[in-house]
């Protein structure tokens, strides 16, 4: 018996339109067989991870809180993998973004107000791009994987930013705890209507995002590459240019969404300051299948599934990693089902003969 | 420095490439036929507790070497099940195999952190175990080097040496030429795959049962990461691996000296030098690109779909 894939005269619709909510449901029912297998009810356990986030106050406010840096950095990488360029390092240029803008905190501890803020995002930017210009410029100038760049990149990211936080910036009247300074209230981003302003700018550069990929040039550009990269160089797009923009606007997007959470609900830089945003970004890029307004619904399942391990942990005294689990087998069915859009599935059982002729050929060749 | 301190070294350095071999070996063999599997992290990881796990409880760390083997196996078949039947995108499938296989990890060995284990000893053969110098370490590691020597061997052997593994290359070149000959590109493919996680598996049985020995979350520290990167640094040989592991290894032990020996620069920066060698490394490789196009798999990290 096999699985065979036969494609479509036609991508479906349907599936297009939904294949991001039946992997969705297929992940929560694989999530609620694990939940079996550790000894938790699954009804439970799926009730405490994916329902009980949504019924209080403090954890709605908090799942906005994890939700706008997976939002800025998810856009961003989905600009790359639509470039068909693999930025897997955002995890170390969200945190080169926290470090840039923390700079002016410790160096200016008494400086405040709008320009600081403002230049602090900046310095954010300057710092995610900067970590992001790296592998971007190794991969066009010497062809080197930018996959595997980008990531070790991430790992020497973490380390400069736990010397920074437990040497230089420490806190000099902070018990020796390895944080830099609290930042003074003028150095953090204001609340609008009760919700930190860098929700909002999140959701503007999605809809941004959105609009650059559909109406402008660089989008078209971007995507044609991506699709067909002959195309694009007969149209006479360059493609090298294209990795550095994708790379540059992501990284720039992954410092923005650094320098705004320790401007935000951080207010000081720490040895760590990410739950694993920069991983967690490129399963949000997918599940919205690359679409920045998708990318906003996605942001907010993730973010729920962060809450989620936590509450689970607290709840069933199950690691809050059980999150982890549960977003690399969505990100899987995500996958899965896109291929459906484009091939139906058919279940074979070969006859015995053709079994063994194709286990003949595929031992020792058909000669 | 004596005779002892330098076995010692040698051993140390031995010890450290390791893992990194063995990941990068079993990788090696899945982009020969095709396939970029970035899960070997993830499968690394889960090799490391389920091995710690079976061999803590069952009191015979062979039994945590083999269950490592069976747990990346499963891993992989995951892995192989998604990329090659599903035909998703190989990059991000491996992604999301190792953000699974981290958090899997920390999931199932959440009772067993920092617990001593037990490991496994270092052979010793009376008369050339004692041998200065050489002597511990050619006759004197632990089992699985021996075992890791022997795959390695036998990979080289089995790509460039028999038909089977022509026809694994063939695979990795050209799928659509080797599925119109008759073969079965996906079943190869899958098997390549098997192969890698097995490696992965052992490679985390080592870390958690010889290196260790003990399991903690995320003990791997992106060493399934440096695996594939040696697979690119070896450009898809074998021997070139073997090399690249042990350079890296040595990289790995000489940071940890330096840091004990107290040298006048923060540790977090001597930590950094792995994955900085890496990037420098990739660089240098990439960098020449005849060296590159000579080995590079043709179809390295494209899905097939056979037409029907």
């Known amino acids: 018996m096999a699985i065979e894939l036969v494609r479509r005269a036609e991508r479906s619709t349907l599936l297009s339109l939904t294949s991001p909510l039946i992997a969705l449901a297929l992940a929560l029912v694989v999530g609620g067989v694990i939940f079996g297998l550790i000894g938790v009810n699954p009804g439970k356990g799926l009730y405490t991870y994916f329902v009980q986030p949504l019924t209080a106050a403090w954890s709605i406010k908090d799942l906005i809180v994890k939700m706008t840096p997976l939002l800025l950095i998810g856009v961003g990488l ?276 053709a079994a063994a002729v194709a286990v003949a050929g595929g031992a020792h060749g058909a000669q | 420095m004596g005779l002892n301190e330098i076995t010692g070294i040698l051993l140390a350095i031995v010890t450290a490439s390791m893992p990194l071999l063995l990941a990068a070996i079993g990788e090696l063999v899945a982009e020969r036929a095709g396939v970029l599997n970035l899960g070997v992290e993830g499968m690394m990881a889960v090799g490391a507790v389920v091995g710690f796990i079976a061999g803590y409880d069952t009191g015979m760390p062979v039994v945590g070497v083999i269950a490592a083997v069976v747990a990346g196996v499963a891993m992989a078949a995951v892995f192989g099940f998604f990329t090659l039947v599903f035909v998703t995108n190989q990059v991000a499938s491996g992604l999301a195999t190792t953000i699974m296989g981290l958090g899997l990890s920390a999931l199932i060995g959440d009772k067993y952190v920092s617990i001593p284990g037990l490991g496994l000893s270092r052979i010793h053969i009376p008369g050339l175990t004692d041998i200065p110098l050489v002597g511990p370490v050619i006759f004197g590691e632990d089992p699985l080097v021996y075992v890791a020597i022997a795959l390695c061997v036998g990979v080289s052997w089995f790509l460039f040496r028999t038909r089977a593994g022509l026809v694994l290359r063939a695979v990795g070149d050209n799928h659509g030429s080797a599925h119109a000959l008759g073969y079965d590109v996906i079943r190869v493919r899958f098997l390549a795959v098997l192969f890698g996680g097995l490696c992965a598996g052992l490679a985390g049985a080592y870390l958690s049962i010889v290196y260790t020995p003990q399991w903690t979350p995320s003990m791997t520290a992106g060493r399934g990461w440096i695996a594939l990167a040696l697979v690119v640094f070896g450009t898809w040989l074998p021997l070139r691996v073997v090399i690249g592991a042990l350079l890296f290894g040595a990289v790995g032990i000489l940071q940890l000296n330096a840091q004990a020996y107290g040298i006048a620069v923060p540790s977090q920066f001597l930590t950094m030098l792995p994955y900085i060698a890496t990037v420098v490394v990739l660089v240098i490789i990439s960098g020449n690109r005849m060296l590159m196009r000579s080995n590079t798999p043709a179809c390295l990290g494209q899905s097939f779909v056979p037409d029907r």
């Open chain 1, 78 to 353: 989905a600009i790359c993998y639509l470039a068909n360029t693999w930025n897997i390092g955002a995890e170390g240029q969200f945190a080169l973004g926290g470090i840039f803008s923390a700079s002016i905190p410790v160096y200016f501890p008494h400086s405040g107000g709008p320009p600081v803020i403002i230049a602090m995002l900046l310095l954010g930017i300057v710092g995610g791009m900067a970590w992001a210009a790296i592998p971007a410029l190794l991969k066009v100038r010497f062809g080197t994987n930018e996959i595997l760049t980008s990531l070790m990149l991430v790992y020497v990211a973490q380390l400069l930013l736990d010397w920074v936080a437990r040497s230089p910036w420490r806190d000099p009247q902070g018990h020796n705890f390895p944080n830099s300074r609290p930042f003074s209230p003028d150095q953090l981003l204001p609340n609008v209507f009760g919700l930190r302003l860098n929700f909002y700018i999140a959701i503007v550069v999605a809809i941004a995002a959105w609009f650059m990929l559909k109406n402008m040039l660089t989008g078209f550009q971007i995507r044609v590459l991506g699709q067909a990269p002959r195309a694009g160089a007969f149209a006479g797009f360059s493609q090298k240019r294209m990795i550095v923009i994708a790379f540059l606007i992501s990284g720039a997007l992954a410092g923005l969404a650094g320098a705004s959470d320790v401007m935000g609900p951080l207010g000081q830089l720490k040895i760590s300051i990410s739950p694993g945003y920069g991983f967690t970004a490129i399963i949000v890029a997918f599940l919205g299948r690359l679409n920045p307004l998708g990318i906003i619904a996605a942001s907010f399942v993730l973010a729920l599934s962060l809450i989620g391990g936590q509450q689970v942990q607290i709840q069933f005294h199950v690691s809050s990693q059980f999150a982890n689990v549960f977003q690399g087998i969505l990100m899987l069915l995500v996958l899965a089902t896109d291929t459906l859009i484009f091939y139906r599935v058919r279940i074979v059982r070969r006859a015995p003969a």
